[in-house]
């Protein structure tokens, strides 16, 4: 298996290990409570986009991309992208019940938008191959979510809620409901550079 890989390949797979490793230090974060875990937890995910954005352009200049290639990419992203940003508003303090479930709606949104685009992308490519936009927003654009909840921690307003008795949450988690809505928009088109 590893000697199908190729340079993009490696990318992507650092792309994940990025991912991975931010949940870890989320729940590092979580457990102890050293900011220091919190920092390195919220660096990676950038890191990892860094990565997801070297891996296209390596398998275009290469002129191998594969569709395991796009297959593993979908993978990756999933991680650093959808499920690490959901464990770091976890560590962060939106762990209620209904937190939780938004949380989980985005990261499925997240999973959901990644599918569509593997099955539909030879669909929406134009002659030249290349797919010219995008339906819905990427998922990287998570990182937008999670800066501003990380802001909304360190200024103290992740702002609890209880709309109902025994139904309480954080409007802050209302970023990932939004974030995961716009991933799965069929109406909402972007170009893609």
């Known amino acids: 298996m590893i000697r199908s890989f190729h340079l993009a390949d490696l990318f992507t797979i650092a792309n994940a290990f990025c991912g991975v490793a931010s949940v870890f230090e989320a729940m590092k974060f979580a457990a102890g409570g050293d900011r220091a875990h919190l920092y390195r937890a919220a660096l990676l995910v950038p890191l990892a986009a860094v990565f997801d954005l070297f891996d296209g352009r390596i398998a275009r200049w290469r002129h191998n991309a594969s569709p395991l290639g796009r297959e593993l990419d ?7 992208f959808g499920v690490a940003p959901a464990a770091i508003a976890f560590a962060l303090g939106l762990d209620t019940a209904l937190d939780q479930l938004i949380l989980a709606y985005f990261v499925a949104c997240g999973v959901s938008r990644l599918a ?12 030249e191959g290349k797919v010219r936009y995008y339906e819905g927003t990427p998922i990287p654009t998570s ?4 800066g501003l909840a990380l802001l909304a921690y360190a200024g103290g307003w992740l702002f609890p809620v209880r709309p109902f008795p025994g139904l309480d949450f954080h409007l802050t988690t209302l970023l990932f409901f939004i974030s995961g809505s716009l991933m799965i928009s069929k109406t909402l088109r972007i170009p893609k550079p």
Do not use: F
């Open 143 to 146: 990182i937008l979510p999670l």
């Open 116 to 127: 569509r685009y593997n099955v539909t992308a030879e669909q929406l490519a134009g002659a």
């Open 74 to 80: 979908s993978l990756a992203d999933v991680i650093s």
